[in-house]
């Protein structure tokens, strides 16, 4: 109490006056230096092509004026698409949100995208380790560069390559099956029910065998990774606010750490027991060729952290963007087909074709003969058109230089060394100038596609065109582009091709948002409902995400 008394008591005995003139010049050289930072970072930028800028508020303001036009909760890459149309901008454009994220530069056609990620690929840059270090260990083939990165995808690609993966695919039909029986249960309930997370379930449980062997059951019952998955995921900072909270920052520590143990255990119990003696999965090869680096260069630079840890912090790595393209595609797949009559049809005239009309006879047709999905054409072209519209993210990289771009609609841009430059996937998929209607649902731009195998063995398309329009060749980049394109692109159309085969004649699927939002008004933004002419607008949820989790009814096909 002593002590108490006398803190309390203090200001007394030294004299009002005289804190007052200790703190008035601290408050004042707190101020001048954050006003000066403030600026400083607000001139780096001055002038340049970008929508309205502040000294004081940078491009800050902007964002109100794009809520005007669109739901507040639009993801940041379609929020990017919103600006370069509200503010008639470029194809190369700076925003200032400083200090919520780093200044972005904004990338905006195929040509600068090409420069970006393909002819000399930028390194990732570090705001990308810091949103994803805590989920993904600092070993992921996700954050590394240079020498690292191109270790660590000679030692996974193996794994997905398309000869493997259809390998795997009597798994991913055994899984489906699980999946057409909880459709069946929601069927009968004739009640809206969010179909991502139910999509995610799935993918995740199929990612779960292919990558490690395990069954996570997640569809079915509860597991203890797959947990602490959900709850890392609400926990990935979006980039919109500064995160003050350190508890946010211990609980990502906490799932991250009980994510290790799990496949830790399953590791190690793998080496106890030998390979997986029903199928090989990417575990399997990874461990196979590390072994077989090892013999021929034991101080190889990629294992100094331990081979166990590395394992670790990938498989956490493609549990991750394994799930969420597939499942988030597969929801938008059966969105875009309810709106569009005309194309279901097709896509069920084209299974009827390939597979059959006994739809009990489905899973043995794709097990005994998994070559069967890739003749599904007209089906691809939707897959293909829903990632145009909807694709998962863009790319963040670094300028490793001071490097100068030639836009096609301004002047030339020089971006300093350092600076974050985002490749605005959805930006160039909606640019009429390279998609014409950018915006509506045209399968027909991926009928007759080319198809270019990569020299890991994975493949990557390029659109034919629609309506005598031909985009550029590097305009459509749903999994991006070049040496760094997604490390399970290949995966992740194998297995909703599967997915589609297995339930589009069985189930319809009628999106519902106008139910959900008259059950859930605390979700819906009373100015706006859609962007782009869609309800099912993508949302922040740890990636780009289907509104609402896309709130569908299930019913049976006739």
């Not at 989920?135 to 954050?143: A, E």
């Not at 009640?191 to 449980?205: G, Q, Y």
């Not at 079915?220 to 947990?227: A, H, I, K, P, R």
């Not at 097709?346 to 009309?357: A, N, P, Q, R, T």
Request: net charge neutral; glycine share 6%.
């Amino acid at each position: 109490m002593a002590i108490l008394s006398s803190i309390v008591t203090l200001p007394a005995t030294i004299g009002l006056d005289q804190v007052k003139d200790a703190w008035i010049p601290l408050v004042i050289a707190t101020f001048t230096i954050g006003l000066t930072v403030l600026l400083s970072q607000r001139l780096k930028v001055r002038g340049l092509p970008g929508p309205p800028h502040s000294l004081l508020s940078g491009s800050i303001p902007v964002f109100s004026t794009v809520a005007k036009h669109a739901p507040k909760d639009l993801h940041p890459q379609a929020q990017m698409t919103m600006i370069q149309r509200l503010f008639k901008l470029g194809d190369l454009f700076c925003v200032d949100t400083w200090p919520f994220m780093d200044q972005v530069y904004l990338v905006a056609n195929p040509y600068m995208a090409h420069q970006v990620s393909q002819e000399k690929p930028f390194p990732k840059h570090p705001m990308v380790t810091r949103f994803m270090e805590s989920f993904t260990g600092l070993n992921s083939v996700l954050l590394a560069n240079d020498a690292k990165w191109k270790e660590l995808r000679s030692l996974f690609s193996p794994g997905f390559s398309n000869a493997h993966l259809m390998t795997m695919v009597p798994v991913m039909v055994d899984k489906t099956e699980i999946f057409c029986d909880i459709l069946a249960q929601h069927a009968k309930t004739g009640a809206a029910v969010p179909m991502e997370p139910l999509a995610a379930k799935l993918t995740i449980d199929i990612i779960g065998l292919v990558v490690l062997g395990v069954d996570f059951g997640s569809q079915t019952g509860e597991d203890e990774l797959v947990n602490a998955f959900r709850h890392l995921l609400d926990l990935i900072p979006d980039g919109q606010r500064l995160e003050i909270n350190p508890i946010r920052r211990y609980n990502r520590r906490y799932y991250s750490g009980v994510m290790d143990n799990y496949i830790r255990r399953v590791l190690r119990a793998r080496s106890a027991k030998g390979a997986n003696n029903k199928f090989k999965t990417l575990m399997d090869i990874a461990i196979g060729r590390y072994e077989d680096l090892v013999k021929n260069d034991p101080k190889g630079s990629l294992f100094n952290c331990g081979f166990e840890q590395l394992a670790i912090d990938n498989l956490k790595t493609f549990v991750f963007a394994g799930h969420d393209t597939s499942s988030t595609t597969i929801s938008y797949v059966y969105h875009l087909l309810h709106k569009h009559p005309k194309a279901l049809a097709k896509v069920l005239e084209e299974h009827d074709e390939i597979l059959g009309k006994d739809l009990t006879k489905v899973p043995a047709m794709i097990r005994a003969n998994p070559a069967l999905i890739n003749k599904l054409a007209y089906t691809t072209a939707v897959i293909r058109e829903a990632l145009r519209l909807y694709p998962a993210s863009g790319s963040l990289r670094m300028a490793p230089e001071n490097i100068t771009f030639h836009p096609t609609r301004t002047n030339p841009v020089t971006i300093p060394k350092g600076n974050l430059i985002w490749v605005g996937i959805h930006t160039i998929h909606h640019d009429a100038e390279y998609f014409p209607c950018p915006d509506e649902f045209h399968p027909e731009r991926f009928l007759n596609a080319g198809v270019v195998t990569l020299p890991d063995g994975r493949t990557e398309a390029t659109p034919a065109g629609w309506n005598g329009h031909v985009p550029p060749q590097d305009a459509y980049r749903p999994f991006e582009k070049g040496p760094r394109q997604c490390i399970g692109s290949e995966m992740a159309m194998i297995e909703i091709r599967v997915v589609l085969a297995m339930t589009m004649r069985l189930f319809t699927f009628e999106t519902a948002f106008e139910e959900w939002r008259d059950a859930h008004p605390e979700e819906t933004d009373k100015r706006h409902t859609s962007a782009f002419g869609d309800e099912a607008y993508q949302v922040y949820s740890s990636t780009a995400k289907p509104k609402s989790g896309m709130p569908m009814r299930v019913g049976v096909r006739k």
